[in-house]
């Protein structure tokens, strides 16, 4: 069946440098969606990225991530963490013709001064 | 503003006792969503729903049942609450088959004593 991974449950890092987290997934399908969404403390999650198109660069907010279908991947990256970039991120697919969602275990992003 | 709403935001239950966690959208999406969150698992799906009148089970969906009595509502139900069922509960709204993306709302925190 569908799922998603997301090795790493925590990422300390300090402020200013590049940010990395790691997605990726597993589905028989072709025409999946992946996502990115991030859940700050005491609000909803949102979302920040999404892609189905193949070795096509996606951006948002500062952030961006390609979907690579032929290794199964939708890394979420960014070139300089912010202070206010500590949250929870989530990377997730999704089918268009079935309409659910499998979320990863989430990534705790904690940025440091 | 399209959005999804929940009620309650906090809820206290005794075990054995019953509790309806409610979810409105005007989103006027096809497809809600029930999901817990829980350190270390992620958004866990319990229920979903396609339309008015529609339930179908998710991952996890034993020890809770769900009603969708119109387009707008969903509503989550726990028979006989459980101490392991105090957990964040999130509904969504989505119909990516429409292009729209998953809205999430702000959340119930239940806990059951």
């Known amino acids: 069946g569908d799922s998603v991974t997301q090795k790493e449950g925590l990422v300390t890092l300090t402020e200013g440098l590049p940010v990395m987290l790691n997605c990726t997934y597993q589905?028989?399908?072709?025409?999946?969606?992946l996502f990115w969404y991030v859940h700050y403390l005491n609000e909803s999650p949102r979302l920040l990225l999404k892609?189905?198109?193949?070795?096509k660069r996606t951006e948002h907010q500062g952030f961006h991530a390609t979907l690579h279908k032929s290794s199964s991947s939708f890394h979420l990256q960014k070139s300089s963490a912010q202070l206010s970039d500590s949250a929870l991120y989530y990377c997730?697919?999704?089918?268009?013709?079935?309409?659910?969602?499998?979320f990863g275990d989430g990534t705790q992003l904690v940025v440091k001064p | 503003e399209a959005a999804v709403t929940q009620s309650p935001r906090n809820k206290v239950a005794v075990t054995g006792g019953k509790v309806t966690l409610s979810c409105n959208q005007t989103?006027?999406?096809?497809?809600m969503y029930w999901y817990r969150q829980d350190t270390g698992h992620g958004l866990r799906l319990i229920h979903y729903s396609y339309g008015a009148g529609s339930t179908e089970k998710g991952d996890i969906p034993d020890g809770y049942k769900a009603s969708r009595p119109s387009q707008e509502n969903f509503s989550l139900i726990l028979e006989l609450a459980t101490p392991s069922q105090t957990s964040v509960y999130f509904c969504a709204s989505g119909d990516l088959g429409r292009n729209s993306d998953y809205t999430f709302g702000s959340g119930t925190r239940l806990l059951v004593i």
């Open positions: 892609s189905s198109t193949d070795n």
């Open positions: 589905t028989i399908y072709s025409n999946a969606f």
């Open positions: 989103n006027n999406h096809n497809n």
């Open positions: 997730a697919l999704s089918r268009r013709s079935n309409n659910r969602i499998f």
